[in-house]
């Protein structure tokens, strides 16, 4: 299975734009890459996801290297309320017959007023 | 969006007593359920798939006797801990697909989670 390695923690100034890293090195032809949050004391929740091309929806934008071994999630505007961690993660199909997330450490950004 | 309600938030319990998790697709079905277990200031761990009708797929290291996992309806998937112990205290979390998770570009609905004190 692919493995995707973010920096730990990042900062960001309130109505800054914030670019999270990832890298995905191993990633196969038909990996999707997708990008979930935890804010603190809360299950995670889906923000956005792609195959190849960019992506936007109303959370957030996931700008694809062409190689696809990176991606970046762009927050246009941080506010207090994007302070969480976030996770890139590659579904890969389990034994149990369903695509399984696998959650790495993820990368915990802050936002300052 | 579709929303998965997990009930309770917090339980505290005493050693040697179980405790029934439940998680709940409010708006759509949900074929496949995902357990998952978070100790403090580490990342999600998965801990079961639970396919409604059939018997739960256990990861490694997971005993299935302590984690009893019930997927009896489409939209209700219980998770019990039976004989907690302190250091079963822990974060845990419960996802839901509508399709069954059978595509990699299918996104995950997550519950809130419930904590999980075993004193």
């Known amino acids: 299975d692919a493995k995707t390695t973010q920096p730990n923690s990042m900062e960001s100034n309130e109505e800054e734009p914030v670019h999270l890293p990832c890298n995905h090195s191993?990633?196969?032809?038909?990996?999707?890459i997708h990008w979930y949050r935890q804010l603190p004391s809360q299950g995670p929740e889906y923000v956005i996801h792609?195959?190849?091309s960019n992506v936007n929806n109303r959370m957030a934008s996931l700008a694809i290297a062409e190689d696809r071994k990176s991606s970046t999630l762009i927050l246009h505007r941080a506010t207090l309320r994007d302070a969480a961690v976030y996770y890139c993660?590659?579904?890969?199909?389990?034994?149990?017959?369903?695509?399984?997330?696998?959650f790495g450490k993820g990368t915990k950004l802050s936002v300052i007023p | 969006g579709a929303v998965v309600s997990q009930h309770p938030s917090w339980v505290i319990c005493k050693s040697g007593t179980s405790v029934k998790i439940e998680c709940r697709s409010l708006?759509?079905?949900?074929?496949?359920m995902f357990w998952y277990r978070q100790f403090p200031k580490q990342s999600l761990m998965l801990m079961a798939t639970?396919?409604?009708?059939?018997?739960?797929?256990?990861e490694q290291g997971v005993e299935k006797d302590k984690f009893l996992i019930n997927h009896a309806s489409l939209t209700l998937s219980t998770l019990t801990v039976t004989s907690a112990h302190p250091e079963d205290s822990s974060f845990y979390i419960c996802?839901?697909?509508?399709?069954?998770?059978?595509?990699?570009?299918?996104?995950?609905?997550f519950g809130s989670g419930t904590q999980l004190s075993v004193l």
């Open positions: 792609g195959l190849t």
């Open positions: 191993t990633i196969s032809g038909t990996d999707y």
């Open positions: 993660i590659l579904p890969h199909y389990s034994g149990a017959g369903s695509y399984q997330l696998t």
């Open positions: 996802s839901a697909s509508p399709t069954g998770a059978v595509a990699p570009n299918e996104k995950l609905f």
């Open positions: 639970s396919n409604e009708g059939s018997k739960a797929t256990y």
């Open positions: 708006d759509f079905q949900a074929t496949t």
